[in-house]
C-alpha cells in the first residue's frame, strides 16, 4: 500500500531556509504524481506545488513561487520542498501526497494517501 511521510519540518526565523522530505513506500516516486500541500489552523489544505511523474515538470502556487522548490530523488523515493525566504505567512502543517489530477494546475490538486505532516513554523 502507498504511503508517504514527511519529514524535516521545525520552527524557523522569517528569512531563513527549510528543506521538507516526503518518503514514499509501496510505490516509486517517478511513477506518481506528487503534490506538496499545507494546511493552516481553521483553513483548507491547499496545494502549494506538484511534480510530474515522468518529465519531473513542477507547478508552484502563486503565494511560494520563486521561493519554493520541488525536487525528486528516485534512489532515495523521495521528494522534496526547499523552502527559502519563508514568512510568517507560511505557518503551516505541510503534507506531501498523489495528485488526484496529474499536476495539471495547482487550482485543480486534490490529494490522497496523505502523510501524517510536518509543522514549520515561522516567526517574524
Known amino acids: 500500500q502507498l504511503q508517504f511521510v514527511e519529514s524535516g519540518g521545525a520552527s524557523v526565523q522569517s528569512g531563513a531556509s527549510l528543506r521538507l522530505s516526503c518518503v514514499a513506500s509501496g510505490s516509486a516516486v517517478n511513477d506518481l504524481y506528487i503534490g506538496w500541500f499545507r494546511q493552516v489552523p481553521g483553513k483548507e489544505r491547499e496545494g502549494i506545488s506538484c511534480?510530474?511523474?515522468?518529465?519531473?515538470?513542477?507547478i508552484y502556487a502563486d503565494s511560494v513561487k520563486g521561493r519554493f522548490t520541488m525536487s525528486r530523488d528516485n534512489a532515495r523515493n523521495t521528494v522534496y520542498l526547499n523552502m527559502d525566504s519563508l514568512e510568517p505567512e507560511d505557518t503551516a502543517v505541510y503534507f506531501c501526497?498523489?495528485?488526484?489530477?496529474?499536476?495539471?494546475?495547482?487550482?485543480?490538486?486534490?490529494?490522497?494517501?496523505w502523510g501524517p505532516g510536518t509543522q514549520v513554523p515561522v516567526t517574524s
Open positions: 511534480i510530474d511523474k515522468g518529465n519531473r515538470d513542477t
Open positions: 501526497a498523489l495528485d488526484r489530477h496529474y499536476c495539471l494546475t495547482i487550482q485543480t490538486m486534490v490529494g490522497k494517501n
